[in-house]
């Protein structure tokens, strides 16, 4: 059985990783337009992976027989001004998400609730490596600089992404 806190801080997590979904479609939108194939595919691969995240939440709290109430997105940025501009956003958004999950593990030790805590160390480990890939392309971006050439190298390598890398 689920604390109503620890119900209502599992939920709010289901929307931080629905709205990070929503928030790297919207970066994938602006790599499919800037013609950056791999960039759009890669962000497409996180939105996929997001959504499992907000999933295996979802399944956890009925598991613990507790219950979901969907909350309403908000909207996430449409504009962006550079590849790196992009990247720079993603990784500051992950960093946000890393700090959420700490907290719902305070909050999980708190209330004694091993369950949760076993649940959100998975999650504590993804972070370290979704802030790792996402830091590894804005120093890559940062290397590339003005060149056209590199950026486009990059870009086909991040369209050989396959999920669950
Ligand atoms: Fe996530
Ligand atoms: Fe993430």
């Given at each position: 059985m689920l604390s109503k806190k620890i119900q209502a801080a599992l939920n709010d997590q289901i929307n931080n990783e629905f709205y990070a979904a929503y928030l790297y479609l919207s970066m994938s939108g602006y790599f499919r337009e800037t013609n950056l194939a791999g960039f759009a595919h890669w962000m497409q691969m996180q939105r996929q992976e997001e959504i499992a995240h907000a999933m295996k939440i979802f399944d956890f709290v009925y598991d613990r027989d507790g219950l979901v109430e969907l909350q309403a997105l908000k909207k996430p940025p449409a504009?962006?001004?550079?590849p790196l501009d992009v990247m720079e956003q993603a990784l500051g958004h992950e960093r946000e998400v890393t700090a959420k999950i700490n907290d719902l593990y305070e909050l999980a030790v708190k209330e004694k609730d091993y369950p949760t805590q076993a649940l959100l160390q998975w999650f504590i480990t993804e972070q370290v490596e979704e802030e790792a890939s996402a830091l590894q392309i804005v120093e890559q971006l940062k290397m590339i600089g003005d060149s056209r050439a590199a950026l486009l190298m990059l870009d086909r390598e991040l369209g050989a992404r396959t999920m669950g890398e």
């Open positions: 504009r962006f001004e550079s």
